[in-house]
């Protein structure tokens, strides 16, 4: 996409993340700092497209179980990026066409391409919010979330890919906690998170140091930092792990986990 076709009032000499995923998965709505951006990470983690991939496969797995298994009707997507095949409302409304689904980036160009993409089928009902995962209060109160979906109501929070762009110093676990303390008994937290897991030290020092170069913070987070975001919740089997394990749909050719080195989860609320 050239820089001319960018809606006004968009910074496109920033890379953004959901803009360099686009980029990984093929799209076309991104822009030379994201592509930039997203060549530097590649340089330190070349398979990242392969992560890019499955972890919409995960989402597409999760997103089926919550719909047909557990019965859920209402989602919170929070980063969900640019609308691509297989999106939230798609997958459940499917299964469920009375399932409700707010999206929330806080990347404008998401929001042009949300408000004409993610259309809900007649039973549902979808709405967007340009928001930072990072403020919980505005998307919780904002008036078209309390519009689409009934806070009184399981909910199922996704927090898919977006969490290894909050650093230490923004205090991911207290964001995500301030999100559950929100939603009733009968909800659904789901994670998926870049982890260090399969990396030497010296590996770990590359990627922070390409990260850096990106122009995006990011944080790595091993199994041990990632547990802790499920505190207090139950995990629905089969727990904490890659996100390729999380109920595969029978046997199919799929990269090694460290190619992929994305950790996932999903727990309910009590």
Known sequence: MDSEWAPPGIDVSKPHPARRYDYWLGGKDNFEADRKSAEQVAEAFPSVQFSALENRAFLRRVVTFLAAEAGIRQYLDIGTGLPTAGNVHEIAQDIAPDSRIVYV???????????TLLNSAPEGKTAYIEADVRDPEVILDHPDLLATLDLAQPVALMLVAIMHFIVDEERPYELVRRLCRALPSGSYLVISHATSDHLTPEDIAENEA?????GIPFRLRSTAEFIPFFDGLELESPGVGSIMSWR????????????????GAVARIP
Request: glycine letters at 4%; zero cysteines; proline letters at 12%.
């Open 105 to 115: 980036d806080n990347d404008p160009i998401v929001a042009v391409h949300a408000r």
């Open 210 to 214: 390409a990260n850096k170069r990106s």
């Open 248 to 263: 595969p749909e029978g046997w199919r050719a799929h990269p090694r986990p460290e190619a992929v080195s994305m950790l």
